[in-house]
Nanobody
Framework: QVQLVESGGGLVQAGGSLRLSCAAS????????RAWFRQAPGKEREFVAA????????KYVDSVKDRFTILRDNAKNTVYLQMNNQKPEDTAVYRC????????????????????WGQGTQVTVSS
């Protein structure tokens, strides 16, 4: 059974930080690009960040650039999202995902390219 399981979500005040983790099991994901998406109530799922197989390349949605950092540790089969200077508009359920689609072909969107998804972890940022 292949699983992606997120952890690290919670309640944080504006300006604070959280670090999300996404641990994979059942398969080695070193050959997959990995990403984070988020979805707020009543909103479509939104791309947040992606990282290439080796971690050399990254992409971010404009709204989180210079605040969030995506990292991966292939030895641990885990991807992270370091979220700094959080804003209330960051409030959402955050899900991690993985795909074998070449990194350069990935586009910001709702994540149709991704084959594996976690169930999500709630991040709430209060004013």
């Amino acid at each position: 059974q292949v699983q992606l399981v997120e952890s690290g979500g919670g309640l944080v005040q504006a300006g604070g930080s959280l670090r999300l983790s996404c641990a994979a099991s059942g398969r080695t994901f070193s050959s997959y690009a990995r990403a984070w998406f988020r979805q707020a109530p009543g909103k479509e799922r939104e791309f947040v960040a992606a990282i290439s197989r080796t971690g050399v390349s990254t992409k971010y949605v404009d709204s989180v650039k210079d605040r969030f950092t995506i990292l991966r540790d292939n030895a641990k089969n885990t991807v992270y999202l370091q979220m700094n200077n959080q804003k209330p508009e960051d409030t959402a359920v955050y899900r991690c995902a993985a795909t074998k689609t070449p990194f350069l072909a990935l586009q910001a969107g709702t994540g149709s390219e991704y084959d594996y998804w976690g169930q999500g972890t709630q991040v709430t940022v209060s004013s």
